[in-house]
């Protein structure tokens, strides 16, 4: 997957007007979203992984061929951002995943070891209002033995068929490749007209 920086938004207005496709990436600050963007699209420092958390301040827009994007959101749930900044992210998202017409589906990034917080519960109703589709990567998946990481996608999946039926999930690990060719598969399937 080629891609390279389009553009970034603060405020609502600087959303890039266009007829393509876009496929959001959310997820809490350090559950390994950066990681995830740079290992599916083959490029180190795409989308800028840092060790502190909270530093995707901007939604980043990353633009695959003509009029296909990945769009890299604010990491939610970290402390040490002002509320007010923090309400700022919340209403400029919310809007974005409910009102823009171009945006597909939504990637969810949870870290394998704390899924399904009160933060990942949210932002899958907000978007699950849209009746678009949700793929959740379970990522550092290699930070966990195979058995326990399948027990927790397995609860993970019990839990969405329940309450989020058109939302998938998957093992991913940016570390060793773990589920890059699935989470591809169904990125490449989304961008499909």
Request: proline residues 4%.
């Amino acid at each position: 997957m080629n891609a390279t920086f389009y553009t970034s938004a603060h405020e609502e207005r600087d959303l890039p007007k266009h007829s393509g496709i876009e496929i959001a990436f959310s997820g809490r600050s350090n559950a390994g979203k950066s990681s995830a963007i740079n290992t599916l699209t083959n490029r180190n420092r795409l989308a800028f992984v840092s060790k502190t958390p909270g530093r995707t301040q901007l939604i980043n827009f990353f633009q695959l061929a003509s009029n296909q994007f990945l769009v890299d959101l604010p990491g939610y749930g970290y402390a040490r951002v002002p509320e007010h900044i923090r309400q700022h992210w919340k209403n400029l998202l919310s809007n974005y995943l409910r009102t823009r017409n171009s945006l597909k589906g939504l990637i969810l990034v949870m870290d394998i070891r704390h899924p399904l917080k009160p933060q990942d519960i949210q932002m899958l109703d907000w978007f699950s209002s849209t009746g678009k589709v949700i793929h959740i990567l379970l990522t550092k998946a290699d930070k966990l033995s195979k058995q326990q990481a399948n027990i927790t996608l397995q609860k993970v999946a019990l839990f969405i068929k329940e309450f989020y039926p058109q939302c998938s999930v998957q093992l991913f690990s940016s570390m060793t490749n773990i589920g890059v060719e699935d989470a591809m598969a169904v990125i490449t399937e989304w961008l499909r007209v």
